[in-house]
């Protein structure tokens, strides 16, 4: 996820539709992503979702009403002081167009009209609902207030009906509370990252690979568009679904992986380039199965086209970054690669060191400059690595036209 949540104070909102069950995911995403999460929900809300339960998540007490008792008849004020960000979700037709007319008649409501932090809106209704021109005014009319929609998704509803209206995955919600949440300096940039392994056939159904599971490759690839830039992920085979608002290309060769980076090299201004691509192939792949019967085989393999060192010879006044695993002498293998293929970073690991490796959800990193600077990470999750290079990249980038 972000880190730049981390620590953040966010309140969601949850009004009355069927999709509040939704909400709870999205309140244990948030807080596990380090959000100190306070929740306001409407009368009717609380009709699909009882306030205990998010009360149990988030550790925090849950605001129902203007008129409760003790101090809840000013808590949504001092909660819109110190929010960091207002999500709700999700957002009802009732409590959109509360919104948009500047009604203030309940805690939800009243709170979000002293709110001065961003403001992130997912509606959620029957389609016929969603479709009024009534609702599509009000949402052009918090857009305009500067508020952050996220589109529902369509498909069958609850209610019967067929279309938009359903309120859209919290692990894709989070996507957008991510970028709201992040810096915006790769706006304008295009991010070209490619990811995961190759597979070399040697029959039909047989293959040379590698372990990478792709993980890092699209960590960064998130990263990136939740900081502005426009992002193309070039992937070779794993189990990972493909980013959200990011232009994923699949591959399974490197020969394909060499083509496909090649071909849209030339569109982007930083390439970053974790793919863990076999360095050799079999000469001559065989058309059917191979069937065991001797006791030995011998496989002749030749070399693959190198795609790092020909992007790093062509880049020109692009950024090109690349990545090292090692199982020993990480400093002089990273640095040689770094010289050798024309790099102005490269990030180095070493596989089988606790913390860092191919599929896990955390990397030990080292970031080693072309100055010979050399800059140890601790172990860290591949989300926050992520924005740590990206961190570096953006101290880099004042050299791209």
């Known amino acids: 996820m972000c880190h730049f949540i981390e620590g953040k104070n966010v309140t969601l909102g949850v009004t009355g539709g069927i999709a509040a069950y939704k909400s709870i995911e999205l309140l244990r995403l948030l807080t596990k992503a380090g959000a100190r999460v306070r929740v306001i929900m409407t009368e009717n809300a609380c009709w699909f979702v009882g306030p205990g339960t998010f009360q149990a998540l988030s550790g925090q007490p849950v605001c129902t009403s203007v008129f409760e ?14 929010t960091d960000l207002a999500v709700i ?21 009243t709170y979000m009209l002293a709110v001065t932090a961003p403001v992130v809106v ?3 209704m029957n389609t016929n609902m969603y ?12 857009r305009g207030y500067g508020n952050i929609l996220v589109d529902p998704d369509a498909g069958q509803l609850a209610c019967g009906t067929v279309g938009p209206g359903r309120l859209p995955e919290p692990e894709f919600i989070m996507e957008k509370i991510a970028a709201v949440m992040a810096p915006d300096d790769f706006a304008g940039r295009t991010i070209l990252v490619t990811a995961g392994p190759t597979r070399e056939a040697i029959d039909p159904v047989r293959f040379i690979s590698n372990p990478s599971s792709g993980k890092m490759g699209f960590a960064i690839a998130r990263a990136a568009r939740q900081r502005g830039a426009t992002v193309i992920l070039v992937s070779g085979p794993v189990d990972l679904p493909d980013p ?26 930083i390439v970053i380039k974790t793919a863990a691509v076999s360095d050799y192939r079999p000469s001559s792949p065989a058309e059917h199965k191979i069937k065991k019967s001797a006791a030995k085989m011998t496989l002749e393999v030749e070399k693959t086209r190198d795609i790092l060192a020909e992007i790093g010879q062509q880049k020109g006044k692009r950024l090109v970054i690349g990545f090292a695993a090692e199982t020993r002498d990480l400093k002089n293998n990273a640095t040689q690669k770094l010289k050798a293929k024309n790099l102005d970073l490269i990030v180095g690991n070493l596989i089988g060191a606790a913390g860092s490796g191919f599929a896990g959800d955390t990397n030990r990193v080292t970031f080693f400059y072309p ?16 924005h740590c290079l990206l961190d570096r990249i953006a101290a880099l980038k004042t050299t791209v036209p």
Do not use: Y
């Open 371 to 386: 100055d010979g600077m050399a800059e140890p990470m601790e172990v860290m999750t591949k989300d926050k690595a992520a």
């Open 69 to 82: 008792e003790g101090d809840a008849a000013i808590r949504h004020i001092d909660w819109a002081q110190s």
């Open 89 to 109: 979700a999700p957002a009802t037709a009732n409590c959109i167009g509360k919104l948009a007319g500047g009604i203030a008649d309940d805690a939800l409501s």
């Open 131 to 142: 479709q009024h021109p009534s609702v599509q005014r009000n949402l052009e009319i918090l």
């Open 122 to 124: 997912c509606p959620a």
């Open 244 to 269: 959200v608002d990011v232009a994923v290309h699949r591959v399974t060769s490197a020969q394909e992986m060499h083509d496909c980076v090649l071909q849209l090299f030339g569109d982007a201004d």
